[in-house]
């Protein structure tokens, strides 16, 4: 198939170049000249403007992936693409956009008689090599349609077990992608699978942050341990029940420093887990996880709050308390081993 591909970034450019490698053509734009000549070289054809792109996908009905940030700068695409383009032509947010920014983009495309298709994409800057996880929304036609760009971007099966029960069943999942439903639904499944990963990279971060504070001070001495976080890292990832990929990636990291010098600790959120937490407040479904961990990123980014002056100024009011000048665990200054059980 030909298609257009718009944003030649950390993801898209990856894409097209994952899309030729499967033998499918690509019109690409971006905005700054050096991706896209460099995808020229590799065999796209490379489009000065959004204008000069489409006019390039010469054969109806043509199909323009748009691999942008969330917000307005996508926002501006569709609605630029949806002057250019004709009624049967298809327009793919590969991006993070919000759900019912989608339903809203579908509603007004479809008066035109273009077709929208909103796509959850999951695999990062490993993807040309491990293929994407895609989660998609829109009409059936138009993803039947796709079917061919979706399958070269997906991982395929690969050597993953098949799961038990799904004989019979639509074979596009166990291949790494879905059509999950209507407009928005499938950016839907992607937000809540973002808020799902904010919380297991929180789940390992506190682990770590455990292990590697079992050298302090704090503790009766026979009970420090100075952990090797690197080590304790890979051994997880070979048949424990916790191994994952974000464990792989946090392995990498610790091998290279175990201190993780280089990182600050600012941790950014790329809205999906906000969102994730407003779905779920929408909802009244408890999601104690996922706000939690979308909180201690907040948190990451500042040093001590105005709360945190409060909380010392009223435990100075009532009780004395220094700061800084108070063991962590009160119990420690008796002398007394500490034996507490998880129920005590």
Request: net charge neutral; hydrophobic share 40%.
């Amino acid at each position: 198939m030909k298609i257009g591909v718009i944003g030649l970034g950390r993801m898209g450019g990856n894409m097209a170049r994952r899309l030729m490698k499967a033998g499918h053509s690509c019109v690409v734009f971006d905005a700054n000249a050096k991706p896209r000549e460099a995808l020229a070289k590799e065999g796209a054809t490379a489009a000065r403007s959004v204008e000069e792109a489409v006019k390039a996908l010469a054969e109806k009905p043509r199909a323009v992936w748009v691999m942008l940030p969330a917000g307005a700068v996508t926002e501006q695409m569709v609605e630029q693409l949806g002057g250019l383009l004709e009624r049967g032509d298809i327009i793919i947010d590969g991006g993070n956009s919000f759900y019912k920014d989608d339903i809203r983009r579908a509603k007004k495309l479809r008066d035109k008689g273009i077709r929208y298709v909103d796509c959850g994409t999951s695999g990062g800057v490993w993807g040309i090599d491990r293929g994407y996880c895609m989660m998609i929304g829109g009409p059936k036609d138009a993803v039947d349609h796709l079917d061919p760009i979706f399958a070269a971007l997906a991982p395929g099966r690969g050597d993953i077990p098949r799961t038990p029960g799904r004989n019979g069943a639509d074979s596009r999942p166990e291949r790494g992608y879905l059509h999950a439903g209507p407009s928005g639904a499938g950016h839907f499944v992607k937000m809540v699978h973002n808020g799902i990963e904010y919380g297991l990279m929180q789940a390992y971060a506190e682990g770590f942050d455990i292990l590697r504070n079992k050298t302090s001070r704090d503790l009766p001495e026979d009970e420090r341990f100075t952990l090797n976080m690197a080590d304790i890292a890979e051994v997880w990832r070979r048949g424990s029940v916790i191994s994952s990929w974000l464990l792989d990636l946090g392995a990498a990291a610790l091998a290279k420093d175990a201190d993780l010098e280089e990182f600050s600790g600012y941790v950014q959120d790329s809205g999906e887990g906000r969102w994730t937490v407003e779905a779920a407040i929408e909802e009244a479904v408890p999601a104690d996880v996922i706000t939690a961990s979308l909180y201690a990123r907040f948190r990451s980014r500042r040093g001590h709050t105005f709360a945190e002056k409060v909380l010392s100024a009223m435990r100075f009011g009532f009780g004395g308390h220094l700061e800084g000048q108070e063991p962590i665990d009160p119990e420690s200054t008796t002398g007394e081993p500490t034996r507490r059980s998880a129920a005590g």
